[in-house]
Nanobody
Framework: QLQASGGGLVQAGGSLRLSCKASRAILSTFWSLRKAWYRQVPGKEREMVATLNSDGSTDYADSVKGRFTISRDNTKRTILLQMNSLKPEDTAVYYC???????????WGQGTLVTVSS
């Protein structure tokens, strides 16, 4: 129901843009979802990277503030994460997430690997 893409290998200081497209099956709820990106490194817990609420407000992990930007393209049912000034410590599998507060429904993308070389 969520399909993530855009990961890859990039040098430190470079940029990547991750995309996450919602399927038509959840089209009716897409607009109301709290949208987010998480990341996970092997052996560590999954951590929130960026959140976009339905009212347009955003929240970011301290480690990515000023470098990452979360946004949405409603016409394309897509959640975006623009990542600039990437650092080796940003290397992780990134997951998109959609959460519907009214029903506690939650959707996860399959994960896309981002590798930042030093």
């Amino acid at each position: 129901q969520l399909q993530a893409s855009g990961g890859g290998l990039v040098q430190a200081g470079g940029s990547l843009r991750l995309s996450c497209k919602a399927s038509r099956a959840i089209l009716s709820t897409f607009w109301s979802l709290r949208k987010a990106w998480y990341r996970q490194v092997p052996g560590k817990e999954r951590e929130m990277v960026a959140t976009l609420n339905s009212d347009g407000s955003t929240d970011y992990a301290d480690s990515v503030k000023g470098r990452f930007t979360i946004s949405r393209d409603n016409t394309k049912r897509t959640i975006l994460l623009q990542m600039n000034s990437l650092k080796p410590e940003d290397t992780a599998v990134y997951y998109c997430n959609g959460f519907l507060p009214s029903s506690s429904q939650e959707f996860w993308g399959q994960g896309t690997l981002v590798t930042v070389s030093s």
